[in-house]
């Protein structure tokens, strides 16, 4: 079992920058594959970045490519996504998930954090 908190989200003007953060419990963090997502009003939920286990690889959806930095400090049990550029279609809500060896699906998913970008 993996449970995780997001924080630092908030207000921030167009062309400004947040840093979230994702804690997760248990001793096992640097076992899961990490993931950030999220979703808009009205929107399905979408991917954002993802990163592996031991940082090696990354991913970036599109629209957040060259703005956005996802890493992770396996000793701190926390997983960041650095975003920066923000843009008003950027407001979300923020989750972060965890995708445990073998598994195709995200098993663990943090409560959210609402990130909303003023024009």
């Known amino acids: 079992q993996v449970q995780l908190v997001e924080s630092g989200g908030g207000l921030v003007q167009a062309g400004g920058s947040l840093r979230l953060s994702c804690a997760a419990s248990g001793r096992t963090f640097s076992s899961y594959a990490m993931a950030w997502f999220r979703q808009a009003p009205g929107k399905e939920r979408e991917f954002v970045a993802r990163?592996?286990?031991?940082?090696?690889?990354?991913d970036y959806a599109d629209s957040v490519k060259g703005r956005f930095t996802i890493s992770r400090d396996n000793a701190k049990n926390t997983v960041y996504l650095q975003m920066n550029s923000l843009k008003p279609e950027d407001t979300a809500v923020y989750y972060c998930?965890?995708?445990?060896?073998?598994?195709?699906?995200?098993?663990?998913w943090g409560q959210g954090t609402q990130v909303t970008v003023s024009s």
């Open positions: 998930a965890a995708r445990g060896v073998f598994k195709v699906q995200y098993d663990y």
């Open positions: 990163i592996s286990r031991n940082s090696d690889s990354t």
